[in-house]
Nanobody, 127 residues
Framework: QVQLVESGGGLVQAGGSLRLSCAAS????????MGWFRQAPGQERVVVAA????????FYADSVKGRFTISGDNAKNTVYLQMNSLKPEDTAVYYC????????????????????WGQGTQVTVSS
C-alpha cells in the first residue's frame, strides 16, 4: 500500500507560480511511476505530467509544456510539480498518482485503473 499526501495548492494570480508536493509513504518510492493529474469542474481527470519509475522518462501534456516541471526526490519520497506562468485555465483540483505497472504510458490508463491517488489539492488562478 502507498499513501499519497499532496500539498502546495492555493490561490495565485495569472503569471504566478506554485509548487505542489506529493509525499509518498508505505513502500519504496523509486519503484513507482508517479504523476500529476488535474480535474476541473465538470471535466474528466487528465494527466498533466508524469515521471516513470527510477527517475525515468517524463511526459507533459501539451497545455503545460515549457511551464510545468515534474521532479522527484527519492530520499524524501516526494514528487514535485513546479508550475510557472500559471493561467486561469490551469484552475483545477490537482491529484498525485502512483502506479506499479511496467508500461511507459501508464498515465493513459483510465483513472479507475491507476493504483493509488492522493486526496487532491485545489489550485485557483485568477485573471
Amino acid at each position: 500500500q502507498v499513501q499519497l499526501v499532496e500539498s502546495g495548492g492555493g490561490l495565485v494570480q495569472a503569471g504566478g507560480s506554485l509548487r505542489l508536493s506529493c509525499a509518498a509513504s508505505g513502500r519504496t518510492f523509486s519503484n513507482y511511476n508517479m504523476g500529476w493529474f488535474r480535474q476541473a469542474p465538470g471535466q474528466e481527470r487528465v494527466v498533466v505530467a508524469a515521471i516513470n519509475r527510477n527517475g525515468g522518462s517524463t511526459f507533459y501534456a501539451d497545455s503545460v509544456k515549457g511551464r510545468f516541471t515534474i521532479s522527484g526526490d527519492n530520499a524524501k519520497n516526494t514528487v514535485y510539480l513546479q508550475m510557472n506562468s500559471l493561467k486561469p485555465e490551469d484552475t483545477a483540483v490537482y491529484y498525485c498518482a502512483a502506479d506499479t505497472r511496467y508500461a511507459s504510458f501508464w498515465y493513459r490508463a483510465p483513472a479507475s485503473r491507476i493504483d493509488y491517488w492522493g486526496q487532491g489539492t485545489q489550485v485557483t488562478v485568477s485573471s
